[in-house]
């Protein structure tokens, strides 16, 4: 899936935005205003509108859009909440490969502490998921801050640390005839709990702990990654791309026309530039960080090669450290960054800080370097050798009736009288078609109104 258009639904950015990305240019003509449009229509766009708007055959997304309701501790009313929250339950889900935990006939906290991070039995995590349950039924369904919840619970459970770890595991779990719902009050911005009762879903169940059937809906409330990521693709294929099949035509007018046209400039939008935004913090305070610009210089490139355009040194990139990190650490976390952001540095080992004579790893940075300062790090990297950078040097001179005036990465072709490119998408030449004679409508235009000899 595009993670330029599923990422900037979701999240208002795109995907590489994790790593200091912004809009740079688009292609076809397309501003920075354009694409923030764009996505802020299809974010905006109601779930309500949409499933309005499906014809009979796209019964699928009102089932998955019932889904993810089912276990959202919010209302999702617009497509950017919905696609937001199944990225956020999906970096959350664990590995399909492992078993789910067992389900018994009561009540099963054990599916909490079977996770790797916990380090309680499935005993004591149980009692400490009854007594908080317990004190939210008696709240008669009110929302209680965490903080209530942990003070009440703390009266039976001594344990701190478990308490913190069953309330942070129980949101959206089943319990019984409720839900543990889990949401952050938009006004005082504290977490708060409470429970949902579900038991008219089996109005002849009674009794606060689970039986078969409870358990049933349960499971149902248990999304496997795998489930998830067909969901996510079956609305990217028939909501976004609007991809149609002989079963199931997607319309192409009204709001299904404003989607393609939002998809259509948010995928136009391929170029992304590095914001650095470095400028220096005081140091200072336990809560302080530090952040340098780093660049590297290679050891194993010599003087000559180095003034070769393929082995320029990679751009600066942010280097953010905690307040008294050793320069051992820095090291460790330049060859981290470049590792990551760089296919051919992806064996990068940091030798030595320029500019600091003597200096050990232990030694702390912000006695040798000012914080926001620039640093050259030089280091070794096989992989380097083969160069990083490609960048043509033919230069042609490109007007396009999208708006575009230079070359940006799209397929163009030459008017054969004075060579101006422009897009073949704009001017309706297939790739497949190729026109022997291809005049722009200047050309063509000075051709038609040019005096015929008599």
Not at 36 to 46: E, F, G, N, S, V
Not at 153 to 166: P, Q, S
Not at 256 to 266: G, K
Not at 345 to 369: C, H, T
């Amino acid at each position: 899936m595009d993670l330029r258009l599923i990422h900037g639904v979701a999240y208002g950015e795109p995907w590489f935005s994790r790593w200091g990305y912004i809009f740079g240019r688009g292609s076809y003509g397309t501003t920075q205003q354009m694409h923030h449009k764009a996505i802020q229509a299809l974010q905006a766009m109601p779930l309500s509108l949409l499933l309005q708007h499906l014809p009979s055959s796209y019964q699928e997304i009102s089932t998955i859009l019932a889904r993810y309701q089912t276990i959202s501790s919010h209302s999702l009313q617009t497509l950017g909440q919905l696609l937001h929250f199944m990225l956020e339950l999906k970096a959350r889900l664990p590995p399909d490969s492992t078993p789910p935990p067992p389900l018994s006939t009561t009540c099963n906290h054990v599916a909490i502490s079977t996770e790797t991070t916990c380090r309680w039995s499935s005993k004591r995590v149980e009692m400490a998921a009854r007594v908080i349950v317990e004190y939210l039924r008696k709240a008669e369904f009110r929302w209680v801050s965490r903080q209530e919840v942990r003070d009440a619970a703390r009266a039976y459970i001594g344990d701190t640390g478990l308490l913190d770890y069953v309330l942070k595991s129980l949101g959206n779990h089943v319990v019984g005839n409720y839900v543990v719902r889990r949401a952050l009050n938009p006004v005082t911005k504290v977490l708060e709990y409470c429970l949902e009762d579900i038991s008219n879903v089996f109005p002849n169940h009674e009794g606060l702990w689970p039986s078969e059937k409870i358990l049933k809906t349960k499971a149902r409330f248990q999304i496997p990654r795998m489930q998830l990521t067909k969901d996510m693709f079956y609305m990217y294929k028939h909501i976004l791309k609007q991809q149609q099949t002989s079963s199931t035509p997607t319309p192409t007018s009204g709001i299904f026309s404003t989607i393609a046209t939002a998809v259509r400039i948010i995928q136009d939008t391929k170029h992304l530039i590095k914001d650095y935004n470095i400028g220096k913090i005081q140091v200072g305070g336990e809560d302080t960080v530090f952040k340098l610009s780093c660049t590297l210089r290679m050891a194993n490139v010599g003087e000559r090669e180095e003034m070769r355009k393929e082995h320029l040194p990679p751009p600066h990139e942010l280097v953010i450290l905690p307040a008294h990190a050793t320069i051992g650490e820095l090291k460790r976390e330049v060859e981290r960054n470049f590792r990551e952001m760089y296919w051919c540095l992806r064996d990068f080992i940091a030798e030595s800080i320029e500019g600091i004579n003597g200096g050990k790893d232990s030694d702390l940075v912000y006695e040798m370097i000012e914080s926001g300062s620039g640093v050259v790090v030089r280091g070794r990297s096989v992989e380097w050798k083969e160069g990083m950078r490609e960048a043509g040097e033919d230069e042609w001179m490109v007007d396009c009736p999208c708006g575009a005036k230079e070359d940006d990465g799209e397929e163009m072709i030459a008017c054969d009288i004075c060579e101006v490119r422009q897009h073949r998408r704009c001017v309706g030449a297939s790739a497949d078609e190729v026109p022997q004679v291809f005049l722009c409508s200047e050309c063509e235009h000075n051709i038609l109104v040019f005096p015929s000899p008599l």
